[in-house]
């Protein structure tokens, strides 16, 4: 059975960080790229970043969170995260944990979602 499943959202304040954690099924952590995408209200979903399959040895980031998000994957536990530091109100979205067949192609698999809001 197909299970992605986010924990860690919440409200910060700018400025802040946060880490994000998608757990995963045994056999899709083992076939494919996982990825963190969000969606900001009004707007189309979009990636953040993705990590490649195996050892995660290939990573991808948007533009707009390089230098303050990191992804990585614990093989061990099937279980990803992302880390987000220095967070801006335009980080607020829903972060969704997805699968994939490699870093940039369309996600095969979603997660529920968890919220992420940057406030004071």
């Known amino acids: 059975q197909v299970q992605l499943t986010e924990s860690g959202g919440g409200l910060v304040q700018p400025g802040g960080s946060l880490g994000l954690s998608c757990a995963a099924s045994e056999i899709i952590f083992r076939l494919y790229a996982m990825g963190w995408y969000r969606q900001a209200p009004g707007k189309q979903r979009v990636l953040v970043a993705s990590?490649?399959?195996?050892?995660?040895?290939?990573?991808n980031y948007a533009d707009s969170v390089k230098g303050r998000f990191t992804i990585s994957r614990d093989n061990a536990k099937n279980t990803m995260y992302l880390q987000m530091n220095s967070l801006q109100p335009e980080d607020t979205a829903m972060y969704y944990c997805?699968?994939?067949?490699?870093?940039?192609?369309?996600?095969?698999?979603w997660g529920q979602g968890t919220q992420v809001t940057v406030s004071s």
């Open positions: 990590i490649s399959s195996g050892s995660g040895g290939s990573t």
């Open positions: 997805t699968a994939q067949v490699s870093l940039t192609t369309t996600p095969i698999h």
